[in-house]
């Protein structure tokens, strides 16, 4: 992959690997509780219900991340993801990150999301692909 190396200003406190973890953990829960209710709600049409909780699922983190860089779980832990130029991302680079971005981070053994151990910007392989980095706020 292509070496972008972020245009941070001295302040840019990159998020931790711990930070992302978390958020990435409450943003699972809230997508799984709203998932349950739709779940219960069209019990008598699972395969409905199926494609609808990945609807949902793929808006909450592409409207999120795209419209203000995050989603509930990164707010709460006061981080954000922005552009590699610090801007909000926006839809298109929220759809390449959040879709198939993280399809191929996750793809060898979760490789992907581990790069963010040993890069300088802390970032994953769904970071560079959509040239984005994740800051404390």
């Known amino acids: 992959m292509e070496e972008i190396i972020p245009q941070a200003s001295v302040q840019t406190q990159y998020a931790t690997v711990k930070r992302r973890w978390v958020a990435s953990l409450l943003d699972g829960l809230v997508v799984a509780v ?3 209710l739709i779940g219960l709600l069209l019990q008598s049409l699972p395969s409905m219900a199926q494609i609808v909780g990945l609807v949902v699922g793929a808006t909450y983190y592409v409207y999120g991340v795209g419209r203000f860089g995050q989603t509930l779980g990164k707010k709460w832990l006061k981080i954000k993801v922005q552009t590699t130029d610090g801007q909000v991302p926006g839809y298109k680079k929220a759809l390449i990150r959040e879709t198939v971005g993280k399809l191929v981070s996750g ?4 490789i992907g999301y581990a790069w963010a151990i040993w890069d300088k910007a802390k970032q994953t392989w769904h970071d560079k ?7 404390g706020v």
């Open 129 to 135: 692909m959509a040239k984005t980095v994740v800051v």
């Open 34 to 36: 709203v998932n349950t």
């Open 107 to 110: 793809l060898v053994l979760g």
